[in-house]
Structures are given as C-alpha cells and as structure tokens.
C-alpha cells in the first residue's frame, strides 16, 4: 500500500524519521492498509447510497443528476478524511491530564502505537534497576513523540489527504460499475460506458 501514499512517504517527515515512528505505524502495523480499506468501503457506501437512493425511483427522478452525483462524491472524499484523522490515526490531545491513546473505534492510535514501539525499541521502561543509557535512550525517544508528533511534524494531513483522494476515487469507479443497474442514472456522470 506504499505506493497509494506516495505522498505520505515522499514527504520530508518520513524520510526525515530516523526512528521509524511512521514505518512502524503505517507500513508494518498496516495503517496504510486500513486507510485504504476505509476508504474503498465508504465510497462503496456512499455510491450505493446515490444510485440506489437517488436514482432508482420516480419520486427520487430530480437528483439524478451531476451536481448531486459531485455533492456525493465530495461527501465520500469528507468521509474519508475524517476516518483516516479520526479513526486510523486517533488525536493526540489529552484529557483530563491524560494523552488520549485511542482512536475512536480501535484501541490504540498512532501515538499508542508509538509509545509501545519506544518502549520495545529501548528494551524497558525508565526503572531505577536499568542501565543509564537504556533509560537515557527511553527519555529522549519519549521527548522525540512528545515534541515532535504532538506538534504538528507527523505526516497526518498527507495521510488524510491522500484517503480523501483514494475514497473519491472508489466512488467514481463504482459509480462506472452501478450506474448500469438504477432507472434514472446510467447518464451520471456521464453517458459511456
């Protein structure tokens, strides 16, 4: 799934990650994949919604149309900015003097992900029993998620961005593929094939 996020993963941010923050998340713990997914479902949804709520009944006849057809798209594209944002990544505010460590429908979050990670990459938290080096190592990764993630240097908007693209994309090729089988939309959004 790399190759749908070129721009996640030609950014400066990912390149610039020399701890793997990124990689560890979105390529090897398939935050990439989900995305992707995400979005293919919901512009599946939403084109399902458009040509069998809106153009397969008389009543229905008079939003049959490109504007409507766009509005949906747009809809899709919204949708799926908000889920890769909202569900995929999490918020990295806190709470109640607690960093927030899930996303909306799953457990863990980018951050979450990326603590666990430190934690494994340092071998241990900080602990008076540790080595010196294995609790500087910890702190300074921590610092690292801290002020870098928490403030603005991670590659979410390219994320979003990018399965915002990917969700009006689904939508406008299911909408070549359902558009056959409704009453009044085999022309949106356009007339072949």
């Known amino acids: 799934?790399?190759?749908?996020?070129?721009?996640?993963?030609?950014?400066?941010?990912?390149?610039?990650?020399?701890l793997g923050f990124h990689k560890n998340f979105f390529a090897d713990g398939g935050g990439f994949?989900?995305?992707?997914?995400?979005?293919?479902v919901l512009g599946l949804i939403f084109c399902l919604v458009f040509y069998f709520g809106c153009c397969n009944s008389k009543k229905s006849s008079k939003s049959a149309n490109i504007g409507v057809w766009a509005i949906f798209m747009i809809i899709a594209a919204a949708a799926s900015y908000f889920y890769g944002d909202y569900v995929v990544i999490g918020q990295p505010r806190v709470k109640e003097g607690k960093a927030q460590t899930e996303s909306i429908f799953r457990?863990?979050?980018?951050?979450k992900a990326n603590k666990d990670y430190v934690i494994i990459k340092t071998d241990k938290r900080i602990n008076p029993s540790a080595t010196p080096e294995s609790n500087k190592r910890?702190?300074?990764?921590?610092?690292?998620?801290?002020?870098?993630?928490?403030?603005?240097?991670?590659?979410?908007?390219?994320?979003?961005?990018?399965?915002?693209?990917?969700?009006?994309v689904f939508f406008f090729i299911f909408s070549i593929v359902f558009k056959r089988f409704t009453i009044d939309g085999r022309s949106v959004p356009f007339l072949k094939p």
Do not use: H, P, Q
């Open 138 to 168: 910890y702190r300074e990764a921590e610092k690292t998620i801290a002020g870098n993630l928490d403030k603005g240097k991670d590659v979410r908007f390219d994320f979003d961005i990018t399965t915002a693209v990917l969700g009006a």
């Open 1 to 18: 799934m790399d190759f749908l996020y070129f721009l996640v993963t030609d950014s400066k941010i990912w390149k610039d990650d020399t």
């Open 33 to 40: 994949t989900l995305g992707w997914v995400g979005a293919l």
């Open 107 to 111: 457990k863990y979050s980018f951050y």
